[in-house]
T-cell receptor, first 110, second 112 residues
Framework: QKEVEQNSGPLSVPEGAIASLNCTYSDRGSQSFFWYRQYSGKSPELIMSIYSNGDKEDGRFTAQLNKASQYVSLLIRDSQPSDSATYLCAVNGGGFKTIFGAGTRLFVKA | ETGVTQTPRHLVMGMTNKKSLKCEQHLGHNAMYWYKQSAKKPLELMFVYSLEERVENNSVPSRFSPECPNSSHLFLHLHTLQPEDSALYLC???????????FGPGTRLTVT
């Protein structure tokens, strides 16, 4: 069974620090990788997508992909209390079936 | 706003009722999805439609019946549900299979 694993947290970081969120996946043939942010009581919001090995930066967010090791990570620089949310990793191995991880709760302390 | 709307936002129904959830996307995408989100569990894919054809059906009980009349609208028809079906039901859309998905606000369903 194809799986996406994330540490459930909570991950607690002080304001201004770098938050590092990690995700591993089981399907070696996976091609598309996504990070979503979900605030309590809200729906998931797409924040990053990455398709090739290496780093992809967008503002304070950097997604990192290593297909050989089957992991994808999300770095949030200069973390703010408004970044406190659950972050979902999602992996697409082809077709329309995207597998979501259970999410990591991030808490940024002011 | 993400460009995906869902109605109703909250729904309470008895086990013998029939109701429908509606989703509309204004993003020009060609794929639409239904997910179930229960507490402490990952998002569960229920159905996927691409260009109005169902392309994924994830062993969902027949008491859930999807309908996609066009590329902008998606329905989930509900009948004789069970209390364990209480959850947040999310609709999403994407451009193709590899595009990121954009979610609606969800329908919080309670089955009594």
């Amino acid at each position: 069974q194809k799986e996406v694993e994330q540490n459930s947290g909570p991950l607690s970081v002080p304001e201004g620090a770098i938050a590092s969120l990690n995700c591993t996946y089981s399907d070696r043939g996976s091609q598309s990788f996504f990070w979503y942010r979900q605030y309590s009581g809200k729906s998931p919001e797409l924040i990053m997508s990455i398709y090739s090995n290496g780093d992809k930066e967008d503002g304070r967010f950097t997604a990192q992909l290593n297909k050989a090791s089957q992991y994808v990570s999300l770095l949030i620089r200069d973390s703010q209390p408004s970044d406190s949310a659950t972050y979902l990793c999602a992996v697409n191995g082809g077709g329309f079936k995207t597998i979501f991880g259970a999410g990591t709760r991030l808490f940024v302390k002011a | 706003e993400t460009g995906v709307t869902q109605t109703p936002r909250h729904l309470v129904m008895g086990m013998t009722n029939k109701k429908s959830l509606k989703c509309e996307q204004h993003l020009g995408h060609n794929a639409m999805y239904w997910y179930k989100q229960s507490a402490k569990k990952p998002l569960e894919l229920m159905f996927v439609y691409s260009l109005e054809e169902r392309v994924e059906n994830n062993s969902v009980p027949s008491r859930f019946s999807p309908e996609c009349p066009n590329s902008s609208h998606l329905f989930l028809h509900l009948h004789t549900l069970q209390p364990e079906d209480s959850a947040l039901y999310l609709c999403a859309s994407s451009q193709g299979a590899s595009g990121g998905q954009y979610f609606g606000p969800g329908t919080r369903l309670t089955v009594t």
